[in-house]
């Protein structure tokens, strides 16, 4: 991928709305003027230079595609950063990545601003609501060289996802990755310039970034941008605004089939429902297409590999366990425990190969010759493929929690808990939750006095808001074994 492929700025265009966000609509001239005023700020304050790393550190607003595209046309990295990381984590993963750089906008200027690294750069004419930072950590981290012109290879993202070892995976894709999967993402949901896309799914997600953003930009299309999702306002504005595509995860389409209906719903405009990021149980799926007449269009993929498969037929009671075929470019295969293929309707691990999949991930090696082997990734899932093509996913070899399609790693909440000189041990599960698939669970053992609200005030500290235990049990003592391991089938039991 790179700048002109996008060829996103033809006269034909120029008067298209490219982005809308609450009540504004700006065209694709006015992107463009907004994104050349970026890229010449950033040239003149000397990036990219021989870093080209920028982290983009943004809520679901103009700004964010601003900031990207002005990225993409110097042919940048850009360090997409959760806007629910904690001052402690921002601060770690700035460093790790070296990053020098960075793009904020309102709602993150406070967790920079209590960084002693940062400082902002002032007197710049940037677009309302963004700030530009520089962050001064030391020179340890070996940035890859520049090159001029800028091969396919060169670095484009650096994603977060969850790891086993209490930190998030920093998952790095190039321009040829993203813009594989670009380019066959659209093909195969036929994406046009007429579609109109509503995506409240936070664009630092490999999911939005991928299925909504760049596709949108890419055919000229429109890019309606939310920073909250409100289910009333949501199916108000499906009715009269007529949108194509909607962008949602589980949790959304949960809160869709709760909310209480005035009148009919018409979402008669929707080509597609997209979901990613956790299950979509027949139940859910059964109820929105009861309430709405569209099936959810689930669609699977990581940080690693981008979108892998995706729902493209009518999802009917009897057929929803599937998560689509094989988008283009994409390969895969389900192996037994001798990594030997098996045959259809098999079940085992899911390995993918693609143009579009990461090399590995930053700073890794140990893990990456784990998990990336034979230019096959090795995802963790189970799974089986059916005669049709079709990818089934049963279960998973790792024990994240997925809360609302954002993956916790119960290792690391443990670790920050042990933290508290209060807690002698603990353990934290995932619980099934009608809201949210599952929630967090902690159970504290603890000899002293201590309070729920405690612990929580605690985790708030220390955790990303989506990682904090919902769920508090404390006790004396945590059931164990002869042998002195924890029995979490027991702790289960209790709940």
Not at 105 to 128: F, S, V
Not at 311 to 338: C, F, L, M, Y
Not at 394 to 415: C, H, L, M, W, Y
Request: with cysteine; hydrophobic share 40%.
């Amino acid at each position: 991928m790179n700048w002109q492929q996008l060829h996103i700025f033809e006269a034909e265009y120029q008067s298209r709305p490219a982005l809308i966000y609450q009540n504004e609509t700006i065209t694709y001239h006015e992107l463009e003027n907004h994104l050349n005023n970026i890229t010449e700020i950033l040239s003149d304050v000397g990036f990219p230079g021989s870093n080209r790393r920028i982290g983009i550190f943004m809520e679901n607003r103009p700004g964010f595609v601003y900031s990207i595209l002005a990225a993409i046309k110097l042919q940048a990295s850009c360090v997409l950063l959760n806007k629910g990381f904690k001052q402690f984590e921002l601060q770690d993963y700035l460093a790790e990545t070296g990053t020098k750089l960075l793009l904020a906008d309102k709602t993150t200027e406070e967790i920079i601003q209590a960084l002693p690294q940062a400082k902002e750069i002032t007197g710049l004419d940037l677009p309302a609501d963004i700030s530009l930072w520089a962050v001064n950590f030391p020179d340890t981290v070996a940035i890859p060289p520049a090159a001029v012109p800028v091969p396919e290879d060169q670095e484009f993202i650096l994603l977060f996802t969850s790891g086993s070892s209490g930190k998030s995976r920093i998952v790095p894709r190039s321009y040829a990755n993203v813009g594989d999967e670009l380019v066959h993402f659209s093909k195969a949901i036929a994406l046009t310039a007429e579609d109109r896309i509503v995506c409240p799914a936070p664009l630092y997600h490999s999911y939005a970034f991928n299925v909504a953003l760049l596709p949108a930009i890419y055919k000229r299309a429109t890019l309606v941008l939310n920073d909250t999702f409100f289910p009333n306002k949501f199916i108000q504005y499906v009715a009269e605004e007529r949108p194509t595509l909607f962008a949602g995860v589980p949790f959304m389409y949960g809160l869709l089939n709760r909310t209480y209906l005035k009148e009919a719903p018409d979402f008669s405009s929707l080509r597609f429902c997209f979901s990613s990021g956790a299950k979509v149980t027949e139940t859910l799926n059964n109820e929105f297409r009861e309430r709405f007449g569209k099936s959810i269009n689930t669609l699977y993929g990581s940080s690693e590999a981008g979108t892998v498969t995706v729902r493209t037929d009518d999802v009917q009671s009897g057929n929803a366990d599937s998560v689509g075929k094989p988008i283009g470019g994409k390969h895969i295969r389900i192996v037994d425990e001798d990594d030997t293929p098996v045959s259809d309707g098999e079940t085992g691990h899911l390995q993918i190969k693609s143009r579009a999949t990461t090399s590995g991930y930053l700073n890794n090696p140990e893990l990456n010759q784990q998990l990336f082997q034979n230019d096959w990734f090795l995802t963790g899932d189970i799974g089986r493929i059916s005669e049709d093509g079709s990818l089934h996913l049963t279960g998973r070899k790792s024990t994240f929690i997925n809360v609302a399609g954002s993956k916790v790693d119960p290792g690391e909440v443990e670790q920050t808990l042990r933290a508290h000189p209060a807690i002698k041990e603990c353990v934290v599960l995932g619980t099934p939750d009608d809201i949210s698939g599952e929630i967090v669970t902690a159970f504290i053992e603890s000899s002293t006095e201590i309070t729920e609200d405690t612990i929580i005030e605690f985790c708030l500290e220390n955790l990303a808001d989506y990682k904090v235990p919902r769920r508090i049990i404390i006790q004396k003592a945590l059931p164990r074994s002869a042998t002195g391991k924890i029995l979490k089938k027991y702790l289960l039991e209790e709940l």
